[in-house]
């Protein structure tokens, strides 16, 4: 019994020395809480990071610019940061930890000091902001090329949405990627084009603050399309000056852009911005490309505990199109590289949006945020991709249009916890919402020179419902981020034959639970690793769903990333992954039907590589590199490659930011040949493209020059594995059709702020 009881007095002693150890720690760790305001203007900063640097906690200011940051002892640093502002610290005394803090900071241009690595699921977006700031965008192309790893073309001289490549996809328009403007959707589902249709052309880039973005299915909050990555982009609250810009180059093309300030008072503003682009294109066939955007935003912010943006935009365009060109006519000399078969190709759209996004502070741990939305979108779109395969007569043109309605909204409850444990914090976010498209008249016809109607293929009306809850959790302690998270989807989809003679309507529902997985370890300040993993899906389109009698309605997606960011020094950010994504099934291009099609199940894997490094105050260079390996697995080697899908990519460029009045910045592009066809008989060409931007600002006035195609490359941009057959030739051929890349292209640009 003796040996016994000298080991429980040993234990008993054991529990009560670190209890008292505890105790301790819990008396000498303390809440500090203050406000950040801007020095220049006094007011209110949101969302400034407020960083531990001894423990590592952080928290972010709110609506009010207030904070609170848990497990603060004397003497830790405090490290204050946001984009556009220096970067301020303390070293908390014992008159800090009984009052609460003003700090003040100062304006200053972007910088890659501002940005820490902290412990986010999405914290390389920061990174990218930084490339945003110092190399803005310069038109609606570019603003997906401003994310790393994802690649674009356009076979439409601008006036459809681009075709989107990242991580071994070739997503076409959009069915692997969900895009958002201001909490809105750009993803259409069940368009008339393709699934996942994105036309992102509505948004002004000179309106664009902010780009979020991450990469694979790991984030509750995102739903529909989130299978290879998602693209949020935030637009300006306010602006602080008055612009005014007018573009000319080669190809008479024209762009004039407005934006001015219609209201200025202590919590309220208002600003409209508008934008004109006219072009006749690279085309030997002018393509008349026109179109206007229109922007209204006012915003209100009482700096305490609510704030609300209300925003009303219009956007149309109308273009003729020269298409995809198949290889053998230009070798033949039949028509030259911007030629065409058909130049009776061509469109127009049209998209009129109403968006509200309101955030209320409850209380200085929990608010509420709601984003609420109404579309009215017009598409209608001409297109020959076999010119006389099916009529050697009139010729293979097809007519795709469709008008819809979107109604959505989302609100989000979130709320952190104070926890009395030392260095623990615990977040979590619970959201719930809705979607519907009412989807009028989606139509598939033969027609003949974009007047004459020959045949209907398909004709019906589109109701599609998407009701979703989500839940995320974020738990840190110690280095450890822990950030589980589920999310719930309902579809209803609804289809109604007009082709029929009598009343013909079907419908199909799914229920579908996708779990999340975020784990990163901050093995110090300079360090990050994580570990990501989850189930995403892309919806199909409910004329599929329903004729397939709802077979493969939701198709998954399982994926998972390994990575390290690494912060060598201030000015120096390197950030890597290995990754993979399996889906249980893909969407292919189907080029003489003009539509995207299910197809079956693939597996991708790969590697991600990113550097910036700003050399000093005014050069930055980025570069990222992606390698891909995609197959699909349900066909013999050798004839499973996935079309189209690209297996090495490579962006980057050098831009300079306020140097002796100049900024601008040399960029390129990179993707390597890669296969057409399942088989890998029919190669499309890679390109390395260069663009290379020049302002010179005098006084509030800038004068600019932008070249695309710096090297005039002979390119192609948008490229396809299509059987056609041209008029008299006596048997049909696969080869590449393309859409050739624009040549070297000038523009000159004058700007004034006021």
């Not at 008339?192 to 909050?221: L, V």
């Not at 395969?389 to 043109?397: A, F, I, R, S, T």
């Not at 579809?491 to 309507?505: A, G, P, Q, S, V």
């Amino acid at each position: 019994m003796q040996p016994f009881k000298k080991r429980f007095q040993v234990s008993k002693i054991s529990i009560l020395f670190t209890l008292f150890l505890f105790s301790i720690s819990i008396l000498s760790a303390h809440e500090i809480s203050g406000t950040v305001v801007s020095k220049e203007k006094g007011e209110p900063i949101q969302g400034v990071g407020v960083y531990n640097k001894t423990n590592g906690a952080y928290t972010y200011t709110n609506i009010s610019g207030y904070f609170e940051l848990d497990d603060v002892s004397l003497n830790d640093e405090i490290f204050f940061y946001s984009l556009g502002y220096e970067n301020t610290s303390i070293v908390i005394t014992e008159v800090q930890l009984s009052t609460k803090i003003i700090v003040a900071l100062k304006e200053s241009p972007a910088s890659l000091d501002q940005v820490l690595i902290v412990s986010k699921p999405n914290v390389l977006s920061t990174f990218l902001n930084v490339d945003l700031k110092t190399n803005p965008v310069k038109s609606s192309q570019e603003i997906l090329r401003k994310v790393p790893g994802l690649m674009i073309g356009q076979h439409a001289g601008g006036g459809k949405a681009e075709q989107i490549f990242l991580r071994g996809f070739d997503i076409d328009h959009g069915t692997d990627i969900a895009i958002n403007v201001d909490g809105m959707p750009i993803n259409m589902v069940s368009h008339a084009h393709g699934q996942g249709y994105s036309d992102m052309h509505f948004i002004i880039p000179e309106t664009i603050d902010n780009i979020d973005f991450a990469k694979g299915s790991y984030y509750a909050n995102k739903g529909n399309f989130n299978t290879a990555g998602y693209v949020d982009i935030g637009t300006k609250k306010t602006i602080k000056d008055n612009l005014v810009s007018v573009e000319a180059g080669q190809f008479s093309t024209l762009r004039a852009l407005a934006m001015t300030k219609i209201l200025e008072e202590e919590h309220s503003s208002a600003y409209v911005a508008s934008e004109l682009m006219l072009s006749d294109g690279v085309f030997e066939s002018p393509q008349n490309f026109n179109r206007l955007n229109i922007m209204g935003r006012y915003h209100f912010n009482n700096h305490q505990d609510q704030e609300l943006n209300l925003s009303v935009s219009h956007f149309q365009s109308k273009w003729d199109a020269s298409g995809q060109i198949p290889v053998r006519a230009v070798e033949q000399g039949l028509i030259g590289r911007f030629g065409a078969i058909d130049d009776t190709e061509g469109g127009n759209t049209s998209r009129s949006n109403i968006w509200v996004n309101h955030t209320k502070q409850l209380d200085s741990h929990s608010k509420i945020k709601t984003d609420a939305y109404v579309s009215k979108y017009d598409f209608e779109l001409f297109s020959n991709f076999t010119f006389f395969l099916e009529d050697p007569v009139n010729g293979d043109q097809i007519h795709q249009k469709e008008n819809r309605t979107i109604i959505g909204a989302t609100s989000v409850y979130d709320q952190a916890i104070h926890l009395k444990n030392n260095n623990s914090h615990l977040r979590y976010e619970l959201g719930t919402g809705f979607r519907y498209d009412d989807v009028n008249d989606v139509q598939l016809s033969k027609t003949l020179n974009r007047q004459t109607v020959l045949e209907r293929l398909a004709y019906g009306n589109v109701d599609e419902l998407n009701a979703f809850a989500f839940a995320s959790l974020n738990c840190k302690t110690g280095n450890w981020t822990l950030n589980p998270g589920v999310r719930l989807d309902y579809f209803k989809f609804d289809y109604e034959n007009l082709l029929t003679e009598t009343y013909d309507n079907k419908s199909e529902n799914k229920t579908k639970v996708s779990p999340k997985l975020n784990v990163i370890y901050a093995a110090s300040p300079k360090l990050q690793l994580f570990a990501k993993t989850g189930l995403g899906y892309h919806s199909n389109d409910t004329r599929v769903v329903v004729a397939n009698g709802g077979e493969k309605i939701l198709p998954t997606s399982f994926g998972s990333d390994l990575g390290v960011i690494y912060k060598p020094q201030n000015r120096l950010i390197f950030n890597a992954a290995l990754w993979n994504l399996f889906l249980q099934q893909e969407f292919v291009y189907v080029g003489d039907a003009g539509i995207v099609e299910p197809s079956g199940k693939t597996e991708r894997y790969g590697i991600d590589f990113g550097m910036r490094y700003q050399l000093n105050n005014w050069l930055f260079f980025n570069t990222d590199l992606n390698y891909t390996y995609a197959r699909s697995s349900e066909d013999l080697d050798g004839e499973n490659y996935i079309p189209l899908a690209p297996d090495f990519t490579s962006t980057g460029g050098l831009s300079i930011k306020d140097w002796k009045n100049f900024s601008g910045g040399i960029n390129y592009r990179y993707i390597k040949d890669r296969p057409a066809n399942e088989d890998n008989s029919i190669v499309a060409e890679g390109y390395f493209v260069t663009d290379l931007n020049l302002n010179y600002t005098l006084k509030n006035w800038t004068f600019g020059l932008i070249i695309e195609n710096l090297f005039d490359t002979e390119w192609n941009e948008a490229q396809f594995a299509t059987e056609s057959r041209l008029f008299n030739e006596p048997e049909s051929v696969e080869e590449i059709h393309f859409t050739p890349g624009a040549p070297f292209f000038l523009r000159g640009k004058i700007s004034v702020r006021f």
